[in-house]
């Protein structure tokens, strides 16, 4: 009988974040393997073809880094990096080796349960063809052919950039995008030096899209490594 | 009670005790001494150095040998290590020299250095051999060296009148008492003079000519009884120190001690001499006194050239050297006699008629009638004997001849008037007022023209006014007396003048000296670092000495650096560096006008305190004069002072890191204290509510899910903390790498906002941020941290529905942001303190560890701005954070469309 319950690979090297992780995986219904080492998760990970790996850059025997890079290198299954306070660098370059997203220690259930839901949806959807005509996250609509954004059924007028930043952003709902990525995806690859663009943009765009611009709800700042457009919908399932 | 007087000088208990520290670690000389040249010195050197290299392997290094080519003396040196010699170009002839640094630097166990009495050629370090064999030894090099019975210092004179030779190259005698063994090389006469005769002596180019006249036999004889004479005064030494130290009970020698009164007259010399020799027989210590007076008159410039190469002469010759003053030379003399316990004062026998001591009184008399229990020496002086290097006479003031031709006018002056009031009132007594003139001479130019006036006067009176008139005939006898007395009366006040006016010439001298270390130490005390120190000691040098000042510390590496220059850009070349390094090392002065590198054209005197050197004073004179006795006297006290400053800004420095240890020790139990207590709280309400829940079953939902809620928050609790601390930690390491860019304050503040959400809950938070604010450049992850601590402060603090507020505007250069509440405000005076790590402003329990407001200015100030706190009105507290704009925000706009479409 096959299982079709997702199967995770868990990285990790300190016995108590694993019993946790186990405890709390296995009763939401995932299949998990557990690797100490950054070569044990390399030969796991080759052998078993995991749909998702949680990935600790802390780990004994190597950078979680150079680890993400060498399975980009073959796979495509989403990788969510975990991290502690204060390294924001690990995690931009952990993003930009081709991880998907992160988790800042200590996190709750909740949390990573969402995050994993964002990672193995856009997964998914990044496999099936992408036919998509429009992009809804909570009130906001996105018409991809006719190019209208409506919030709450509200027509609003973006110019051409916002627009760009947007969509982009919409497309990777509840995943955080950094500033490079942004920077290269919207303005090409010249810009990448220049972070204040997107601030500036996206301060704009709050101002249309948010209800209080000053507090905002949906489009919300990674401090120090990027964007995320929350996913309400997913954020808030199994809460 | 103990009479002051008579107990032992202090001064001469430490330096026994010293002395006897010194001998067990220092460096041994050996000294092979000889009555005349030819006697085989250098063979029993050269033997005994061959013994220790072959014999105990040790490692012996010939710095200077001098074989003279005799063979068997060569044979000797086979084997040993020779120092290659340093070749210096002098007046076209090629010296070889002893290299002292390739020495010092080889470092062998023994060093062997012929005549020791050698001058070395100019432009070495320093002037004498000898003063390379202290360098040597007190670099912990043994020296096995050879010197002659004429060559030395006490002897000299003896040598002198038994040889009729005058021997220039002479070294002290403190270092042949320095020397931990001396060996007589000796050799009867007749062998030498038979050795002369095959050509096995040789003697160098100068001394050929003499040769006839020294290698007498009779010479011969006395001078090796002198050499055995010192040689056994040394056995004799050795000997009681021996008793002494095996506890062989002898009288107490250090009773004795010597003084010598010494004047700038060439008989100095010889007296000085002699007490070196009586102290070397007495093993006591000798002192040199010379005592300024205004009773003596004033020292000429050569005088005081003459007194200062006796001071040193006396240094030379193992003395110590004082300088009284008194208006009674006896009197100065008795009072430091007594004070120091002296035992024998010798003095030099008098040379001047009976009758000046008739008139003057006799400073023998004086001294022998007041010298109580001290013996008295009396010693002649021939002064035709002796040879002290007198410097040219300085040439007379050109203003001498003008002050004799002022004097003459004068006279003649006094005479018209005279003339006049005698024509116009006859009065008798018109002599007074040419003691008037004389007394006017004395005043204005000075001792001698005051006497020509006297004379002038006494004769233009007679011309003119005494009867027979117009002729120096003098018809009633009864003049005369008028004469002698006008004439008397003139003499007597142009001395006394003369002494006033050399009495407040000293004064004012001593009064511009004291002024000027009045005015050193006042600025000194206001220098609180060492920097402030060295400028000021410059400042002042510069001043007072009228030369470049330049203040020296040595660095980590041994080498000096100048610490203060004044004027300012100018600087010392490698060789000057060298001569001060010398001057900080050996604690002693050097360079121009002292015994090591006289040739250098700066003087470098130390500063010391209690005999560490601190710095050296570098004097760079304008001309290439030395400093004279009176100013070197001056630069000593000058430095004193200077050292003393240096000393205390030191201790200063030592005390403030000391306060700061403590003040960092009480801010770590401080932080102890606060950390244990906030860890262990949300620990224990962690654990306690983990266990009810494992172990109680009997909980009822509502219970349950209230314990859950408490380990989440009492868990949040930790991880703020932790951060906190990790924080303040990172701030407080050193300078805060930031990672700057152009932010929009909006995000910063919305970011802030959006990570706080559950905790402000529905609290309404206003955000006016003016519209044209622009972009700040700041570190966008720390700077966040700042309005989340504040915003964090102000839902701790306040009750949940109240409202917080954020403004923001531009200033001139800066952004103002303000964070204001509406909660109870902060503790009266409480508005800077609550900046300070773990202060809580008087809350306790809800409170975090007091680190929040600490690390929101710890980042403001990293980026170089300031965060103020105050009460508003009615209540609440308001933060106002002001952040430089360095330069102008990028332009956003000009890119914006050129983004592919």
């Known amino acids: ?239 | 009670m103990n009479d002051p007087e008579s107990r032992p000088d202090p001064d001469a208990l430490v330096r026994r005790a010293y002395e006897e520290e010194g001998r067990e670690k220092r460096a041994r000389l050996r000294i092979f001494f000889g009555f005349a040249p030819g006697v085989g010195k250098t063979y029993r050197m050269l033997q005994v150095a061959r013994e220790r290299a072959i014999e105990q392997k040790l490692d012996v290094v010939a710095g200077i040998v001098e074989t003279h080519g005799r063979a068997e003396t060569e044979a000797l040196l086979e084997g040993l290590d020779v120092l290659s010699r340093r070749k210096v170009e002098y007046r076209g002839r090629a010296l070889d020299e002893l290299d002292l640094d390739a020495a010092l630097a080889r470092r062998p166990k023994i060093l062997l250095l012929d005549e020791l009495a050698h001058t070395n050629a100019p432009g070495s370090r320093h002037a004498k051999r000898w003063q390379d064999a202290i360098e040597l030894l007190d670099a912990g090099i043994d020296v096995y060296t050879t010197v002659n019975v004429q060559h030395v210092e006490s002897l000299n004179d003896v040598v002198a009148q038994i040889t009729g030779i005058q021997v220039r190259e002479t070294i002290p005698d403190s270092i042949l008492e320095r020397a931990d063994e001396i060996e007589l090389v000796d050799i009867a006469p007749e062998e030498l003079l038979a050795r002369l005769r095959e050509g096995k002596v040789y003697l160098p180019e100068q001394a050929k000519r003499a040769t006839a006249h020294f290698f007498k036999r009779g010479n011969l004889l006395a001078l090796r009884e002198l050499a055995l004479r010192r040689t056994a005064e040394r056995v004799d030494v050795d000997m009681r120190e021996y008793r002494e130290q095996h506890g062989v009970v002898t009288p107490w020698p250090a009773g004795e001690r010597i003084l010598v009164c010494i004047s700038p007259a060439p008989s100095s010399g010889r007296l000085m001499r002699a007490a070196s020799r009586m102290a070397a027989g007495l093993r006591a210590p000798w002192v040199a006194a010379y005592v300024e007076s205004p009773a003596v008159k004033a020292p000429s410039e050569a005088d005081r050239a003459r007194l200062e190469s006796h001071l040193r002469l006396a240094e030379m010759l193992g003395g110590t050297v004082t300088r009284l003053s008194g208006t009674s030379i006896s009197e100065a003399l008795l009072r430091y006699a007594r004070k120091h316990n002296v035992t024998r004062i010798i003095i030099g026998k008098p040379t001047h008629s009976r009758l000046r001591d008739r008139l003057r009184g006799s400073l023998l008399d004086e001294v022998v009638r007041g010298s109580g229990d001290v013996d008295v020496h009396v010693i002649s002086g021939s002064e035709s004997a002796e040879t002290a290097p007198v410097p040219a006479e300085a040439p007379k003031e050109p203003t001498r001849a003008v002050m004799y031709g002022w004097a003459v006018l004068l006279v003649v002056a006094t005479t018209v008037l005279a003339a006049a009031v005698h024509a116009v009132y006859p009065v008798p007594d018109l002599e007074v007022l040419y003691v008037l003139a004389v007394m006017l001479a004395a005043v204005r130019f000075g001792r001698g023209p005051s006497i020509l006036a006297a004379a002038l006067g006494v004769a233009g009176y007679d011309f003119f006014f005494v009867p027979p008139f117009h002729t120096l005939n003098v018809a009633d006898a009864r003049y005369f007396l008028t004469f002698a007395m006008m004439f008397g009366v003139g003499l007597l006040l142009s001395e006394l003048t003369a002494r006033i006016q050399r009495q407040e010439q000293d004064a004012r001298h001593r009064e511009a000296w004291t002024a000027a270390l009045y005015e050193l130490s006042r600025d000194l005390a206001a220098a609180d670092d060492t920097e402030a120190v060295a400028a000021a000691v410059a400042r002042h040098a510069e001043q007072v000495f009228e030369a470049t000042a330049h203040v020296l510390q040595s660095v980590d590496d041994g080498a000096m650096r100048a610490v203060a220059v004044a004027p300012a850009a100018t600087s010392l070349d490698s060789a000057d560096l060298a001569v001060a390094r010398w001057a900080f090392e050996h604690a002693r002065p050097s360079g121009l006008g002292t015994d090591t590198l006289p040739g250098s054209k700066i003087v470098c005197a130390p500063l010391t305190v209690r005999g560490a050197p601190l710095g050296v004073l570098v004097l760079a004179p304008k001309g290439t004069t030395p400093l004279g006795a009176e100013q070197r006297a001056f630069l000593d006290a000058f430095c004193r002072q200077a050292a003393f400053a240096f000393d205390r800004v030191r201790l200063t420095s030592e005390a403030n890191t000391a306060a700061l240890r403590a003040k960092t020790e009480e801010m770590r139990s401080s932080l102890l204290s606060a950390v244990s207590h906030d860890l262990r709280t949300p620990l224990s309400a962690i654990t306690g509510a983990a266990t009810a829940l494992r172990d109680d079953g009997g909980l009822g939902a509502n219970t349950r899910a209230e314990l859950l809620d408490s380990i989440c928050e009492e868990a949040e609790r930790l991880e703020r903390l932790v951060a906190n601390l990790l924080d303040m930690t990172r701030l407080e390491a050193g300078p805060v790498a930031l990672k700057r860019e152009w932010v929009p304050l909006e995000e910063l503040v919305g970011s802030a906002l959006t990570r706080l959400e559950r905790k402000l809950g529905e609290r309404p938070v206003n955000v006016a941020i003016a519209e044209a604010l622009p972009l700040l450049s700041v570190d966008p992850v720390l700077f966040e941290q700042v309005f989340i601590n504040l915003f964090e402060n102000a839902a701790r603090y306040t009750s949940p529905g109240s409202p917080i507020e954020v403004l923001a505007r531009s200033e001139p250069g800066v952004v103002l942001i303000e964070v204001a509440d509406a909660g109870p405000g902060l503790p009266a005076g409480s508005e800077s303190r609550i900046f300070e790590k773990f202060y809580r402003g008087g809350h306790t329990g809800s409170a975090g560890a007091g680190l929040g407001l600490a690390i929101c200015k710890a980042i403001v100030e990293a980026h170089g701005g300031t965060i103020t706190a105050e009460n508003r009105r009615p209540s609440g507290a308001n933060f106002r954070i002001r952040v430089p704009i360095p330069g102008v925000a990028p332009s956003i706009s000009s890119h914006v469309e050129e983004a592919r479409p």
């Open chain 1, 1 to 239: 009988m096959t299982d079709f319950r997702p199967l995770v690979l868990l990285v990790e090297d300190e016995p108590q974040m694993r019993r946790f992780m186990r405890a709390t995986l296995t009763s939401h219904g995932y299949r998990l393997l557990e690797a100490g080492t950054s070569a044990e998760a390399l030969m796991l990970a080759s052998t078993h073809n995991p749909e998702l790996l949680l990935l600790d850059l802390g780990l004994p025997d190597g950078d979680g880094i150079e680890l993400t890079r060498r399975i980009r290198e073959w796979g495509r299954m989403p990788v969510i990096v975990i991290s502690a306070r204060g390294r924001e660098d690990d995690k931009v370059a952990a993003l930009d080796a081709g991880a998907d997203d992160y988790l800042t220690k200590p996190f709750g259930v909740n949390e990573l349960l969402a995050r994993m839901r964002v990672a193995l949806r856009h997964a998914r959807a990044g496999a099936a063809p992408s036919g998509a005509q429009a992009i809804e996250v909570g009130e906001l609509s996105v018409d991809l052919v006719r190019r209208e954004v409506k919030r709450g059924g509200q027509e609003v007028h973006l110019t051409p950039i916002e627009y760009k930043l947007l969509v982009l952003l919409a497309q990777n709902a509840g995943k955080v995008l950094t500033h490079q990525h942004i920077l290269k995806e919207v303005w090409g690859p010249a810009y990448a030096n220049q972070p204040h663009y997107v601030r500036v943009h996206m301060a704009e765009l709050r101002k249309k899209i948010e209800a209080n611009p000053a507090r905002p709800k949906w489009l919300v700042t990674e401090p120090g490594v990027g964007y995320r457009l929350r996913d309400r919908s997913v954020d808030d399932a199994g809460a």
